[in-house]
């Protein structure tokens, strides 16, 4: 029985690297895929490849989609702050990216069916984030359905699945499995603010760096003594 192929895409942050992790935990033979967004906090393309390197993927792509062409995030426009605060129940942030996930998604199912593979590999999160509308389960099911309909492989019977093992984990529980896969935290980039060094108060390192505390690794928080 031959190896199952999954892709991965894998921004640098701590999320995808272990779902990455998880895929090849149950077999798979993983191909990364990154993307340039025009996002500023490009750092984490670094640690993309580095992460790739070390989980040793079958393959690693970057593609460049410049969603900054037109803005409309805090991730993508650098006129806007990127928020501090603290994370508001039900409010989605100005770091969402319209159509992000739709894009990246579609071009991984592209990648996905010309090397056969089985499975696309996403890191999303439902629970730590502010309800981002392109990482909740509905979401990811409503695309399975559009996936099945829009390939070739997928009105044969055999379409690309998207599995996202981490969409209702709490972020605690995703670094407590990224200690116990040895993913490289350290050298994931999570920070939001486009700065050589994490910033400690974007929404991303503030949910972060409360999840390494709670697991008790507070040595890999952007800010260990807060």
């Avoid at 995808?16 to 798979?28: F, I, K, R, V």
């Avoid at 996002?39 to 690693?60: F, K, M, N, S, T």
Wanted: charge should be negative; hydrophobic fraction near 40%.
């Amino acid at each position: 029985m031959s190896q199952r192929t999954a892709i991965a895409l894998l921004s640098g942050g701590l999320d995808s690297a272990t779902a990455a992790a998880l895929a090849q935990e149950e077999g798979d033979r993983v191909i990364g895929l990154s993307f340039d967004y025009g996002q500023r906090h490009r750092r984490e393309l670094e640690a993309a490849a580095q992460i790739a390197r070390r989980l040793g993927l079958a393959e690693h792509h970057r593609i460049a989609v410049d969603l900054a062409a037109w803005g409309g995030s805090a991730l993508t426009d650098l006129s806007q702050q990127v928020p501090s605060d603290g994370v508001e129940d039900g409010i989605i942030p100005s770091t969402y990216v319209p159509g992000r996930n739709t894009v990246f998604i579609a071009i991984g199912l592209s990648l996905a069916e010309a090397r056969g593979a089985q499975r696309l590999v996403l890191g999303v999160n439902a629970v730590d984030y502010s309800g981002y509308p392109d990482c909740r389960p509905d979401y990811l099911q409503a695309f399975q359905t559009l996936a099945d309909m829009a390939s070739k492989a997928g009105r044969e019977g055999h379409g690309t699945q998207l599995w996202a093992p981490l969409v209702t984990w709490s972020k605690t529980t995703i670094v407590e499995e990224a200690l116990r896969l040895q993913v490289p935290i350290a050298e994931t980039w999570s920070c939001y603010s486009g700065g050589d060094q994490a910033c400690g108060v974007c929404d991303s390192c503030r949910i972060r760096d409360a999840a390494l505390r709670d697991a008790g690794r507070p040595d890999l928080c952007s800010r260990p003594n807060p």
